[in-house]
């Protein structure tokens, strides 16, 4: 198969799918009917409630969302060959991710900006939210540990068997944390002239991009920063407790609007080299490998492992926070929840169809280069891309190459951003009764509970104590367990719109699918670990897995049970 007839014709599909069926979802749910301003506008606090021109929130909820879920996920399913990920891709994005993204934005838009466990809590019981909260907590924790370490260890410096600097090795790292400590500061300059000083967004951003080009020369000839690994897991938990809490438009807004640029130029980049080198793909990527594949670390099964592992390039629970958690509350208008959500969800699935040409190149050049050979999900696609544009324009490879990891290193610091503020949001509404809020908490333990910097804090110092002491070991669960969350997630919003009299069944066969699937990938992950445990000397993350994978099973069960009970006795709810 070409690869440039692959992109053309998904492609092809994504726009059609987001013309034909986002425009029918819109008319369903009467998006922008609605003449009440948005809740950026009405509980708009300077702090998370605060509204952005729709390119800028874009920009937030497409660098949150996409993390490094549509890179990773394609390359870990690849093993089942390019067909099945493809078609996942294209009927996961638009009639599963995009519905689940668009619905919880729209949900929380139409409800105070709250989040999908307080949707659940109006619309189904207090105990269904607070289940809710404790799976989504659990799964935010994951994110914070796996995505700091991943941050850490692509600024860490490499040492040798002697424990000396080697400073050939760790050139890479230290240029990319320097530009990434640039691109900071830029930011926080970027919104206090857009925010406070009210320059106009095509300058600031015409700035803005100039500037990012300024930090990458100067961070590819000046980096002097080298610290291990362990030193930048300290520093980073200490950027994101700090991040997580500062009013959005310092830091957040401006950063991430800034980091969609770079997302943009990663996508043009690709495309780009796509377009030019239009690579076919050999028998090392086989359009179809089986249905049972043993991928060195066991046979794995396309059911349920090829819906679990692609993610974020077609459905993930993680999503539904983003949509309902921080980009719900800056909303300008109603009419921005499609592009943003429901566009934001397909721009992702091409990010995934072009990590797909990365793969089939990457499979090529590790055949004909085994002593260089492309290893890891960093160097399979931003060397697959940069190799293959560099057969075409000699010399380009190093430029490209770093200008890719540095944007999924910033993919990543995004995401992590927005996760480490999800789960504050979570872990403080887990202790209020419905319609409270923080502030209504005057005193005794529970204001202590719902204080967002010991929130914080306490996401903060979990998250980087499990990054430094092996997230990997229950990692696996992850896949699973966020799947999971995006099959509550379309629940919740089912409930809801059934609660309304609005047409819901958009929502069922895709729940129901996703719920299926990810108790079924839970149900094997267990046994798995079970058998480990049985044959002795297994350490503690067998059993980690196995009782927190019991746990998870027990809660959607029992959040599933209340949600169809509400499904089929609507209750009276107001849009």
């Given at each position: ?8 014709i ?10 034909c069926y ?12 609605s003449k ?17 021109k729709?390119?800028?929130?874009m920009?937030?909820?497409?660098s ?9 996920g ?12 493809t078609l996942?891709?294209?009927?996961g ?11 919880a ?8 900006g ?8 109006a619309?189904?019981?207090?105990r269904?939210?607070q289940?809710f909260i ?6 935010l924790?994951l ?7 991943i ?6 410096a ?5 424990g ?13 944390a320097m ?10 300059v970027f ?12 300058i600031?951003?015409v700035v ?7 930090i ?7 980096h ?5 690994t362990k030193?930048?897991m ?11 809490v ?8 401006p950063?991430?609007?800034?980091s969609s640029f770079?997302?943009?130029?990663m996508?043009?980049v ?17 359009a ?9 670390n066991?046979?794995?099964y ?7 592992t692609v ?12 949509s309902?958690?921080?980009t719900?509350?800056q909303?300008?208008?109603e ?7 429901y ?38 696609f931003?060397g697959g891309i ?11 490879y ?5 200008l ?5 290193s910033?993919?990543c ?16 509404e887990f ?7 923080a502030a209504d908490v ?10 967002p ?8 110092v ?15 669960l992850?896949g699973?367990?966020?799947q999971?969350?995006?099959g ?9 719109l ?8 958009m929502?069922?066969l ?5 719920i299926v699937?990810?108790i079924?990938?839970?149900?094997l ?6 058998g480990?445990i ?18 998870l ?11 169809v009970q ?8 107001t849009?």
């Amino acid at each position: 198969m070409n690869s440039l007839v692959l992109l053309i014709i998904c492609v092809a599909i994504l726009a059609a799918g987001y013309i034909c069926y986002g425009g029918w979802l819109c008319k369903q749910w009467g998006v922008g009917e609605s003449k009440t301003e948005t809740p950026a506008h009405t509980m708009e606090d300077g702090v998370d409630y605060v509204p952005a021109k729709a390119p800028v929130l874009m920009g937030h909820h497409f660098s949150s969302i996409a993390g490094a879920g549509p890179i990773t996920g394609p390359i870990g399913a690849a093993m089942f060959g390019w067909l099945p990920v493809t078609l996942w891709i294209l009927v996961g994005g638009i009639f599963f991710g995009g519905v689940h993204d668009f619905g919880a934005l729209f949900a929380s838009v139409r409800n105070k900006g709250q989040s999908i466990g307080e949707i659940i809590s109006a619309n189904m019981s207090k105990r269904a939210k607070q289940l809710f909260i404790i799976f989504s907590y659990l799964t935010l924790i994951l994110v914070v540990a796996a995505f700091a370490s991943i941050v850490a260890s692509t600024f860490g410096a490499v040492y040798d068997e002697s424990g000396a600097l080697d400073m050939a090795k760790s050139a890479t790292p230290a240029t990319v944390a320097m530009i990434s400590l640039l691109f900071i500061l830029i930011a926080i300059v970027f919104g206090f002239c857009v925010y406070r000083r009210n320059m106009p967004m095509g300058i600031a951003s015409v700035v803005g991009v100039l500037a990012i080009i300024l930090i990458m020369a100067v961070g590819m000839n000046f980096h002097p920063i080298y610290l291990s690994t362990k030193t930048w897991m300290w520093i980073v938990g200490i950027y994101i407790a700090v991040a997580s809490v500062t009013p959005v438009w310092i830091l957040l807004q401006p950063r991430d609007y800034l980091s969609s640029f770079l997302l943009y130029a990663m996508l043009a980049v690709a495309a780009f080299g796509v377009i030019v080198a239009h690579p076919t793909f050999d028998s090392s990527f086989p359009a179809f490998a089986g249905f049972a594949v043993d991928n060195g670390n066991g046979m794995q099964y396309l059911f349920p492992v090829l819906f679990t592992t692609v993610a974020c390039g077609a459905i993930s629970g993680f999503h539904s926070l983003v949509s309902s958690g921080t980009t719900s509350k800056q909303l300008d208008k109603e009419k921005d929840a499609r592009p943003i959500a429901y566009g934001g969800m397909l721009l992702e699935c091409v990010l995934a169809v072009l990590t797909l040409c990365a793969i089939g190149y990457a499979y090529k050049w590790n055949a004909a280069n085994p002593d260089s050979a492309l290893v890891g999900a960093t160097a399979i696609f931003g060397g697959g891309i940069a190799h293959m544009i560099d057969d075409i324009i000699p010399g380009s490879y190093t430029i490209l190459n770093s200008l890719l990891v540095l944007t999924y290193s910033a993919f990543c610091l995004t995401s992590l951003d927005t996760a480490t503020r999800l789960a504050r949001f979570m872990f403080q509404e887990f202790w209020l009764e419905p319609g409270e809020t923080a502030a209504d908490v005057k005193e005794g333990w529970k204001k202590v509970m719902v204080n967002p910097y010991f929130a914080t804090i306490l996401t903060v110092v979990l998250g980087i104590l499990l990054g430094m002491n092996g997230y990997g070991k229950i990692w696996g669960l992850f896949g699973a367990a966020n799947q999971l969350l995006a099959g509550i997630g379309l629940l919740a919003v089912a409930t809801w719109l059934g609660n309304l009299g609005k047409n819901n069944k958009m929502f069922l066969l895709p729940m129901g699918f996703m719920i299926v699937v990810t108790i079924c990938s839970l149900a094997l992950t267990v046994k798995n670990q079970v058998g480990m445990i049985m044959a002795g000397g297994a350490d503690w993350g067998p059993w980690a897995q196995t009782i927190l994978g019991v746990l998870l099973i027990v809660l959607a069960i029992v959040l599933v049970i209340e949600g169809v009970q509400t499904l089929k006795n609507p209750k009276k709810a107001t849009a």
